[in-house]
């Protein structure tokens, strides 16, 4: 079946860094999804991405959405400690299908 | 968005039983979804549940292990049948209150279950 493939699985940052992560594919998606989760909560949606090559902010995160189709990378920028948590990529082949999430990578930030 | 009230927020439950989970959204929406999320793991689809008719399975779950009810638009249960420590897990209800692109996915706060 299809599969999102995000590493490292943890990253660990210092308090004011940026930090980028990737999610591939080995298939063709046609929209992208990054979400955060919160300790005891659901995934919370930050980035919704629609298009081959599009590259949309929200606040201080910026995703793209690859040229291929196969690929997306999520960047933080100047990170806090709320920015702690589990982000998933996930992707969606056409509108009403399932969504497949990556298994997430657990970002720590140093104070 | 839609917001989700899922419960219970977590439950401690004895092998061979069942718990039932509850979703209740605050508006009426077409899709609603039951993931599994083990620990340390990523969300997996268990189920869409469709109103007035049977949920749909994704491979690996089936109906008796997990029956699903969706009596209206705004409800739906999940039912974690003779449990054992391997369903140890969370629950996330989903509900897609967009139009099918993936944006309009909002889930609940998940119902973290331990079996012993």
């Known amino acids: 079946g299809q599969q999102l493939n995000q590493s490292p699985q943890s990253m660990f940052i210092q308090e004011g860094e940026d930090v980028s992560m990737n999610c591939t594919s080995s298939?063709?998606?046609?929209?992208w999804l990054w979400y955060k989760q919160d300790p005891g909560e659901g995934p919370v949606l930050l980035i919704a991405l629609y298009k081959a090559g599009e590259l949309t902010s929200n606040g201080r995160l910026t995703a793209q959405f690859g040229i291929t189709r196969k690929d997306s990378f999520l960047n933080i920028s100047a990170s806090i400690p709320s920015d702690v948590g589990i982000y998933f990529c996930a992707g969606q082949e056409g509108a009403n299908s399932k969504l497949t999430f990556g298994k997430g990578i657990t970002l720590s930030v140093r104070p | 968005s839609a917001v989700i009230s899922q419960k219970p927020s977590r439950d401690i439950c004895q092998r061979g039983t069942s718990l039932t989970i509850q979703c209740q959204v605050d508006s009426q929406v077409t899709m609603m979804f039951w993931y599994r999320q083990q620990p340390g793991q990523s969300l997996t689809l268990i189920a869409t549940?469709?109103?007035?008719?049977?949920?749909?399975?994704e491979s690996g779950f089936v109906i008796d292990k997990f029956p699903i009810s969706r009596p209206n638009l705004t409800f739906s249960t999940l039912t974690v049948s003779n449990m054992s420590p391997e369903d140890s897990s969370i629950y996330l209800c989903?509900?897609?209150?967009?139009?099918?692109?993936?944006?309009?996915?909002?889930f609940g706060s998940g119902t973290r279950l331990t079996v012993v």
């Open positions: 298939s063709i998606f046609n929209t």
């Open positions: 549940a469709n109103q007035g008719s049977e949920a749909t399975y």
């Open positions: 989903s509900v897609d209150a967009g139009s099918g692109t993936g944006s309009g996915y909002t």
